[in-house]
Nanobody
Framework: QLQLVQSGGGLVQPGGSLRLSCAASGFTFDHYAIGWFRQAPGKEREGVACISESGGNSYSTESVKGRFTISRDNAKNTVYLQMNSLKPEDTAVYYC?????????????????????WGQGTQVTVSS
């Protein structure tokens, strides 16, 4: 049974940092690209950052470049989203997702379209 289990998130002050984790099981992890998506109240889902199967290619949306870093540890079947310099506009429910993509380097396409399998979501609130 394919599962993506998220951890991390919570309440942080503007300028603070958080790290989200997404632990996978039930499938061949290093055959899947993984992405982080978010959805704020009243807004459409947005692809935040996506990373290829090997971790050699990644994509981040413009609003988080220089602040968020996506990484993966295939030995631990886990993907991370390190979020620094958080802003109130980063407040949202964050989801990780897995997808087979072709070519395997086309992570931007995954961030634009979404994933095939989804984690449970975790709330990130940036507020003073």
């Amino acid at each position: 049974q394919l599962q993506l289990v998220q951890s991390g998130g919570g309440l942080v002050q503007p300028g603070g940092s958080l790290r989200l984790s997404c632990a996978a099981s039930g499938f061949t992890f290093d055959h899947y690209a993984i992405g982080w998506f978010r959805q704020a109240p009243g807004k459409e889902r947005e692809g935040v950052a996506c990373i290829s199967e090997s971790g050699g290619n990644s994509y981040s949306t413009e609003s988080v470049k220089g602040r968020f870093t996506i990484s993966r540890d295939n030995a631990k079947n886990t993907v991370y989203l390190q979020m620094n310099s958080l802003k109130p506009e980063d407040t949202a429910v964050y989801y990780c997702a897995a997808s087979r993509i072709f070519p395997v380097t086309n992570v931007q396409a995954m961030c634009l379209s979404g994933g095939d399998y989804w984690g449970q979501g975790t709330q990130v609130t940036v507020s003073s």
